[in-house]
């Protein structure tokens, strides 16, 4: 009867600790608007993010990038996705020959928040990139909102980017069609339903490769970077010697889509500058990062932009724009000149700037997803740096997992314009951050003056944006362009902006902040409904993610003090560190 009884208690026990767990969610869940108002604008100080957050993750990064790496690293995570995996398709559906000025207008708006980016990196050197800075400016929730967006975005580049790997690949060895390389099931959604091993064996060896150590990576992708700038050029040249300019002219024009497929185009190539924001997140892992991360962010891109219009240019050379392959643009180009053999060469130096682009995408990803988790806004294990390797290890493996199932199943159409769209809104949020911060955190200028210059200037650019996509040219494009100039100029003329006087920010404000604003804006609205219609699926579940869990555990880890170090943000804006800046 004893033993029954033991018995009873030992297996009730576990339904007993079940029950009260659950009681205490349910009461958190109760509590969840006191805990919105504590929680969703609260922010931090720069020292707080630097010091008693960053401590969380255990170990610390190690210190052993240079600039020259963060260029190899923001060049090689930028080149393999966008020529390869969207100029093709670019080319053949949107833009025409003319992709190459879609190029150029998505690169000056990439250099513009590429500055933004520049200027907290220098300031903020944390490896949490856009998040930490909207955090630290906006609040807990925009800055977990524009952090999770971010994560989308690279798993789902990264899964697009590894499956045309494959089809690069197959065309090394001489396969014409690259779904040879793929395993179709047929009870599976079309779309889905073509297997994809070897993009999923890509994505796990990086991801071991990654766990190892950062340094052995940076060194393995600068390896892979010199190829491929070197291979390049090796395409540019034969592409502008073997090319004809009848070819950018026939059969419809430089633009036989118009205008508006120059900028539809712009907004559709912009994943290619997915790669400079990684250069970021390795704040922790740089030696001198106010030095090096100017030099690193801004020379990549600059670089980049260079490339990618060449390159493009040299395409559209070689081949018309109507005979373009959708998927190996650059090895059918070689193959219909009848250089069947650099068509090979072609595919196997695309393969090696995939990976390449793959590996810093991926390096960035981890990061990201570390420092969210040190703000309690995902399981803390997350957070975890292991000791020995100075890597985010379960950070790494978690989203190596995550990128290597959606590369699987999911067609590089499906996911390509909501990358686009969650990249653009990501860079649009990073310069009003910036302006605010600048304006009114640094400033200590009065934030209704700023709270309304960027909701005029956003209100302004949404006008302009409109009367370009229903063609309201006449009067809708005049009326918005001279009040986007004048709402940016009686604001630089009336509110009064101070700078640091120490590591690097940006010149000329706020003009360079607003602009890129506008452009982002501008092609955010040159996508497709479906776009907009998928991504406020995913806003929907990443917002009741955060009223579930993200908002409940910070109010735990922060205002309870039941993190392993307690953060009081109640302060941060009023605890702005005038010492180190002059009037500009």
Request: proline share 4%; net charge neutral.
């Amino acid at each position: 009867m004893a033993t029954s009884t033991a018995t009873t208690t030992q297996t009730s026990a576990p339904n007993s600790t079940t029950t009260i767990c659950f009681s205490k969610y349910l009461h958190s869940l109760s509590q969840t608007p006191h805990r919105l108002r504590k929680r969703m604008l609260a922010t931090w100080t720069p020292d707080q993010e630097l010091n008693q957050v960053r401590q969380r993750s255990g170990a610390d990064m190690k210190r052993k990038l240079k600039w020259y790496d963060l260029i190899a690293l923001g060049v090689g995570g930028m080149l393999g996705v966008g020529v390869f995996v969207t100029t093709g398709q670019v080319a053949f559906q949107t833009s025409g020959p003319s992709v190459f000025i879609s190029y150029i207008i998505a690169g000056i708006s990439a250099l513009l928040s590429s500055l933004c980016y520049t200027e907290f990196s220098v300031q903020i050197p944390v490896a949490g990139g856009a998040f930490s800075y909207l955090r630290l400016t906006f609040g807990e929730f925009v800055g977990y909102f524009a952090g999770a967006n971010i994560l989308m975005e690279y798993v789902l580049s990264n899964a697009a980017v590894a499956r045309n790997f494959t089809d690069y690949v197959s065309s090394a060895f001489g396969e014409n069609d690259p779904k040879t390389w793929r395993v179709k099931v047929d009870g599976l959604v079309e779309g889905y339903n073509m297997l994809d091993f070897p993009a999923v064996a890509l994505i796990l060896l990086l991801t071991l490769c990654l766990c190892h150590s950062t340094k052995e990576s940076s060194l393995l992708n600068l390896i892979m970077t010199v190829f491929h700038v070197v291979f390049f050029g090796f395409i540019i040249i034969v592409g502008f010697c073997k090319g004809s300019t009848n070819n950018l002219v026939k059969p419809k024009g430089l633009t036989p889509y118009g205008v508006r497929g120059v900028l539809d185009g712009a907004a559709k190539v912009y994943l290619s500058y997915i790669g400079y924001d990684s250069v970021s997140t390795m704040a922790e892992e740089i030696q001198n990062p106010s030095k090096s991360l100017p030099i690193g962010i801004v020379g990549s891109v600059v670089l980049t932009s260079v490339l990618y219009c060449l390159m493009a240019l040299s395409l559209c050379l070689m081949v018309p724009y109507n005979e373009i392959s959708e998927n190996v643009a650059f090895s059918m180009a070689f193959r219909q000149i009848g250089w069947e053999w650099a068509s090979n060469l072609v595919g196997a130096g695309a393969s090696l700037g995939i990976v390449a682009s793959l590996l810093v995408a991926m390096l960035g990803q981890a990061r990201y997803l570390c420092v969210i988790g040190r703000a309690r806004l995902v399981p803390s294990w997350l957070a975890k740096v292991h000791p020995s390797t100075g890597t985010p290890l379960n950070a790494t493996l978690f989203l190596g997992l995550c990128t290597a199932s959606i590369a699987l199943f999911t067609d590089l159409e499906i996911v390509i314009d909501m990358i686009s769209i969650g990249t653009l809104l990501v860079f649009y949020l990073v310069a009003n951050a910036l302006i605010y911060r600048r304006y009114v955190t640094i400033s200590n200028n009065p934030p209704f003056q700023t709270l309304l210059f960027l909701f005029l200037l956003s209100s302004s650019a949404i006008g302009f944006s409109m009367s370009w996509k229903f063609k309201q040219q006449r009067w809708g494009l005049p009326l918005f362009g001279v009040s986007t100039i004048t709402i940016i100029a009686f604001f630089n003329y009336t509110v009064p902006c101070l700078r640091y006087s120490t590591g690097w920010s940006m010149p000329f404000m706020p003009w360079p902040a607003a602009l890129s604003i506008f452009l982002n804006v501008f092609l955010m609205t040159t996508l497709k409904q479906f776009s907009f219609e998928r991504f406020a699926v995913w806003a929907c579940l990443i917002t009741l993610f955060y009223l579930l869990y993200g908002v409940h555990s910070t109010y735990q880890a922060e205002e309870m003090g039941t993190g392993e170090d307690e953060v009081d943000p109640s302060s941060a804006v009023q605890q702005s560190k005038l010492d180190n800046i002059q009037v500009l």
